[in-house]
């Protein structure tokens, strides 16, 4: 079943501009991912924040972490054309291998 | 360096055909295994994972089957396809809480 669900579905931007997406959960979490995937293509790892943080940068995306509300935002500043993709979140329950995808945010960059 | 390989990119089979796709996982140990696919624009529904050898946790009943022969090798299988089983196959890898690698995906397209 689905456990996290993105918002907006889609997202259309200017270069320079930032990104904002959120993504909120069910149930409570060991911790909670962020991926990138360009068309076409497999899913690639971006940053992921565990349960107890909540806030983490990787270069020009920070992810926040909301345990109270279920939820948690991706930031990417200063957005690129290469920024172009989906992305999704996917949350990790705790004593379980698996992870849980939202259906994803289409991020378009307008050069 | 740990790397995901998956094979075919791309695949046309008719109905009725059988299936096997294969991934291969190098530079890394008893890695957790998983095979989950993609329906367009949408996320990512899990449909087998793996802990070790010979070891498949089934998520959705369906015409798919899984094998793990070997601790770095996963592979799908199916003796007869359907048309609902179009769609984008993605095997993925994880050690820990590190976050998934994904390969890049198979295409299938059952006519």
């Known amino acids: 079943s689905q456990q996290g669900e993105e918002d907006p579905q889609a997202l259309s931007i200017q270069e320079g501009e930032n990104a904002t997406m959120n993504c909120s959960y069910k149930?409570?979490?060991?911790?909670l991912q962020w991926y990138r995937q360009n068309s076409g293509r497999g899913l690639v790892h971006l940053i992921l924040i565990r349960s107890n943080e909540r806030e983490k940068h990787s270069g020009r995306l920070r992810v926040t972490l909301d345990t109270s509300k279920k939820s948690s935002s991706l930031l990417i500043t200063a957005s690129r054309a290469a920024d172009t993709a989906s992305y999704f979140c996917a949350t990790e329950v705790a004593n379980d291998y698996k992870l849980s995808f939202g259906a994803g945010t289409t991020v378009t960059v307008r050069a | 360096s740990q790397t995901i390989h998956q094979w075919p990119a791309t695949l046309v089979q008719p109905v009725g055909s059988p299936l096997s796709l294969e991934c291969t996982v190098e530079g890394t140990s008893n890695p957790n295994l998983y095979w989950y696919r993609q329906a367009a624009g949408r996320g990512l529904q899990l449909l087998f994972y793996?802990?070790?050898?010979?070891?498949i946790s089934s998520e959705v009943p369906q015409n798919l089957s899984a094998s793990r022969p070997q601790d770095r090798q996963f592979i799908l299988s199916s003796k007869k396809l359907l048309l609902s089983d179009s769609g984008f196959y993605l095997c993925?890898?994880?050690?820990?809480?590190?976050?998934?690698?994904f390969g890049s995906g198979t295409r299938l397209t059952v006519v």
């Open positions: 993925a890898w994880s050690v820990g809480q590190n976050g998934y690698t």
């Open positions: 149930t409570s979490i060991n911790n």
């Open positions: 793996s802990v070790g050898i010979g070891q």
